[in-house]
């Protein structure tokens, strides 16, 4: 798939709006900023590219902030006003082919703009996430339920209190202790319940041990570098935060094992260039030739994609693996591609039709609900967990690795684009084959 070619400097654009915006002349600013107006000149229509002190002298010239002029920002400001523009009601419609004017004439509008649109993203994260909580995290459920059941035992006991008049003292006494041991079974589960509310938008007092895992994980980027060399597994997550349970290291431990061998079958001293070769190429993204090259299955290799550390040029991987019952056991997301924590995963996604064709690849590509909507191509497949077992049970396991459209080479000609979502409670998509439960955000 052909790369988009490379936008043009808007530094220029914006130089020249806030000139004319301080109704100063190109060679009164010239001379303030310490440029030859023909230098200057060239500039302003992005024929030059100025360099970081000759930025920073018109920034004090026009007594902005020198970021204001900065090429990446006005890019990401660009990126946000066009996905702020994807979710546009209907009847408005944005002129989205001129957010570069917008962006050069007003950067202040253009910036505050792109704040509320990354402000109104993460709102509507975090609904989707205490939403999801509300309806299917356990931990939730059980303190819900101890609660009921202290309040119901305390008010059967005070009635029975209430209404006898003529007790024996040793029955009246024994109801009183009753009432004081259920309130304090109260208060501790309230307590207790207000303490995981306050945690839960932080990556401590999780609900389970594989959230404290993945939470230890995506702190570290998902990147362990101790991996790469082996090492002493109980020393290295000692007293980590995250690891709060003793359930929790376990993980952590057989994750690191299973990492440490991941990286011995794909050391980064050969699998980086690669890649680096791969994705600067533009060629399209084919995990199948990879695996070939270096000898290792696809779901080695989907591991590896999704745990490496950061490198100009090689995309960020998601990936997603389940057992035999479909339950997630693994979840590594991306941008565009969010994976539910609580309750069950969109049916549709490839890595459950793997799971019922064991030892044949799937490719498809997918286009996430969103908004905008994300694009990826999924690469699932599912096998034995242990491929030397003869004797049952077998135990099975699927991977989904998820790469942006972008640079994965996007979908091949008569391919469909397969719609999918995060979890049904929380995809928009309103007629989905798919569907088990209404959404609480369609519409």
């Given at each position: 798939?052909?790369?988009?070619?490379?936008?043009?400097?808007?530094?220029?654009?914006?130089?020249?709006?806030?000139?004319?915006?301080?109704?100063?002349?190109?060679?009164?600013?010239?001379?303030?900023?310490?440029?030859?107006?023909?230098?200057?000149?060239?500039?302003?229509?992005?024929?030059?590219?100025?360099?970081?002190?000759?930025?920073?002298?018109?920034?004090?010239?026009?007594?902005?902030?020198?970021?204001?002029?900065?090429?990446?920002?006005?890019?990401?400001?660009?990126?946000?006003?066009?996905?702020?523009?994807?979710?546009?009601?209907?009847?408005?419609?944005?002129?989205?082919?001129?957010?570069?004017?917008?962006?050069?004439?007003?950067?202040?509008?253009?910036?505050?703009?792109?704040?509320?649109?990354?402000?109104?993203?993460?709102?509507?994260?975090?609904?989707?996430?205490?939403?999801?909580?509300?309806?299917?995290?356990?931990?939730?459920?059980?303190?819900?339920?101890?609660?009921?059941?202290?309040?119901?035992?305390?008010?059967?006991?005070?009635?029975?209190?209430?209404?006898?008049?003529?007790?024996?003292?040793?029955?009246?006494?024994?109801?009183?202790?009753?009432?004081?041991?259920?309130?304090?079974?109260?208060?501790?589960?309230?307590?207790?319940?207000?303490?995981?509310?306050?945690?839960?938008?932080?990556?401590?007092?999780?609900?389970?041990?594989?959230?404290?895992?993945?939470?230890?994980?995506?702190?570290?980027?998902?990147?362990?570098?101790?991996?790469?060399?082996?090492?002493?597994?109980?020393?290295?997550?000692?007293?980590?935060?995250e690891l709060a349970s003793a359930a929790a290291r376990s993980l952590a431990?057989?994750?690191?094992?299973?990492?440490?061998?991941?990286?011995?079958?794909?050391?980064?001293?050969?699998?980086?260039?690669?890649?680096?070769?791969?994705?600067?190429?533009?060629?399209?993204?084919?995990?199948?030739?990879?695996?070939?090259?270096?000898?290792?299955?696809?779901?080695?290799?989907?591991?590896?994609?999704?745990?490496?550390?950061?490198e100009p040029g090689i995309p960020r991987f998601g990936l997603a693996i389940?057992?035999?019952?479909?339950?997630?056991?693994?979840?590594?997301?991306?941008?565009?591609?969010?994976?539910?924590?609580?309750?069950?995963?969109?049916?549709?996604?490839?890595?459950?039709?793997?799971?019922?064709?064991?030892?044949?690849?799937?490719?498809?590509?997918v286009e996430f609900a969103g908004r905008p909507p994300g694009r990826f191509?999924?690469?699932?497949?599912?096998?034995?967990?242990?491929?030397?077992?003869?004797?049952?049970?077998?135990?099975?396991?699927?991977?989904?690795?998820?790469?942006?459209?972008?640079?994965?080479?996007?979908?091949?000609?008569?391919?469909?684009?397969?719609?999918?979502?995060?979890?049904?409670?929380?995809?928009?998509?309103?007629?989905?084959?798919?569907?088990?439960?209404?959404?609480?955000?369609?519409?």
């Amino acid at each position: 798939m052909p790369r988009p070619a490379p936008r043009p400097a808007l530094s220029g654009t914006r130089i020249r709006a806030l000139r004319t915006a301080r109704r100063l002349g190109q060679a009164d600013l010239a001379r303030m900023a310490g440029v030859s107006p023909s230098y200057l000149n060239l500039i302003e229509h992005n024929r030059r590219r100025a360099s970081a002190p000759v930025l920073e002298a018109i920034a004090r010239a026009l007594q902005i902030p020198a970021e204001a002029l900065d090429e990446r920002a006005g890019d990401a400001q660009i990126q946000a006003l066009r996905t702020a523009a994807a979710r546009a009601q209907p009847g408005t419609e944005p002129e989205v082919d001129r957010a570069d004017e917008l962006v050069g004439r007003f950067p202040g509008w253009a910036a505050l703009l792109a704040q509320l649109q990354t402000l109104a993203e993460a709102q509507e994260r975090i609904i989707e996430r205490l939403s999801d909580r509300m309806a299917h995290d356990p931990n939730l459920s059980a303190s819900l339920h101890e609660i009921v059941s202290a309040v119901t035992s305390v008010q059967s006991t005070a009635a029975i209190l209430a209404e006898s008049e003529d007790l024996e003292p040793e029955w009246r006494a024994l109801f009183h202790r009753n009432v004081h041991d259920d309130s304090v079974r109260l208060a501790n589960a309230a307590e207790a319940l207000v303490a995981f509310l306050d945690t839960s938008s932080e990556e401590t007092g999780l609900a389970a041990p594989q959230e404290e895992l993945e939470s230890w994980l995506e702190r570290q980027g998902f990147h362990v570098a101790a991996v790469e060399a082996g090492g002493d597994w109980a020393a290295l997550i000692a007293g980590q935060a995250e690891l709060a349970s003793a359930a929790a290291r376990s993980l952590a431990e057989d994750w690191l094992a299973r990492a440490h061998e991941d990286a011995r079958a794909l050391p980064l001293g050969r699998l980086m260039p690669v890649l680096v070769r791969v994705f600067t190429a533009g060629a399209g993204f084919a995990p199948e030739e990879l695996a070939r090259h270096f000898g290792v299955g696809l779901a080695q290799l989907f591991r590896r994609l999704a745990t490496l550390p950061p490198e100009p040029g090689i995309p960020r991987f998601g990936l997603a693996i389940c057992d035999g019952s479909g339950t997630l056991t693994f979840r590594r997301p991306i941008e565009g591609f969010q994976l539910p924590r609580f309750g069950g995963a969109c049916p549709l996604w490839p890595l459950y039709e793997a799971l019922l064709r064991p030892d044949r690849p799937v490719r498809a590509p997918v286009e996430f609900a969103g908004r905008p909507p994300g694009r990826f191509i999924a690469h699932a497949v599912a096998g034995a967990r242990d491929p030397l077992r003869f004797e049952p049970p077998f135990v099975w396991e699927a991977s989904m690795l998820v790469t942006p459209a972008s640079v994965a080479g996007g979908a091949a000609e008569g391919e469909a684009v397969r719609a999918l979502g995060s979890s049904c409670r929380v995809c928009p998509r309103e007629f989905c084959p798919g569907r088990r439960e209404p959404s609480i955000v369609s519409g």
